[in-house]
Every structure is written in structure tokens, then in C-alpha cells.
């Protein structure tokens, strides 16, 4: 699975009736290029989803302004370690 496919928060709801619940749900990808979102999970509404390609650009930019030294595919603050992980 690619852990950056896209991802998005949806509220549930069943003949009109609304749910205090939401779905998280990822896009797969289809040879139609038609979306393809499926659910992969359930979470209440102050539950923050960010998308993985967001997460490791906030983490690439807090390292480079802390002006972190950069080892192979690790960045070591004082007492932090950022490691960049691809599931594929």
C-alpha cells in the first residue's frame, strides 16, 4: 500500500440521518482513473487527518530551519529523530 495515497474525511450518515462519526477513506488508484475511494477507517469529528506528503514536508522543513545535519536518511535534533519511512 502506498502510504501516500490521498486521503480525505467524510461525515456519515444513513437516510438523512447524520452521525457524530466521520470516514476516513483513501483514494486507490483504478486503470479507469476513476476515484476509487474506500473507507479504512472511522473517527469522531475532532480527529485532525493529514495527509502522509504533508507530514513529511512539515518534517523536512522544521529540520532544515533547526539547521539539522543530515545523516543518510535520518535528521537527529538534540534529543529527536525524524526517520523517513517508505512502505513500498
Known amino acids: 500500500m502506498n502510504p501516500y495515497l490521498p486521503i480525505r474525511k467524510v461525515p456519515l450518515?444513513?437516510?438523512?440521518?447524520?452521525?457524530?462519526?466521520?470516514?476516513?477513506?483513501?483514494?486507490?488508484?483504478?486503470?479507469?482513473m476513476v476515484a476509487d475511494w474506500k473507507e479504512c477507517g472511522v473517527v469522531g469529528n475532532s480527529y485532525m487527518l493529514l495527509p502522509n506528503e504533508e507530514v513529511k514536508q512539515a518534517a523536512k522543513q522544521v529540520a532544515e530551519e533547526l539547521t539539522a545535519q543530515a545523516e543518510g536518511r535520518r535528521v537527529n535534533f538534540e534529543h529527536l529523530v525524524f526517520v523517513?519511512?517508505?512502505?513500498e
Do not use: R, W
Open 13 to 32: 450518515d444513513y437516510n438523512g440521518v447524520k452521525s457524530s462519526a466521520f470516514s476516513v477513506q483513501m483514494n486507490h488508484p483504478s486503470p479507469t
Open 84 to 87: 523517513q519511512v517508505d512502505n
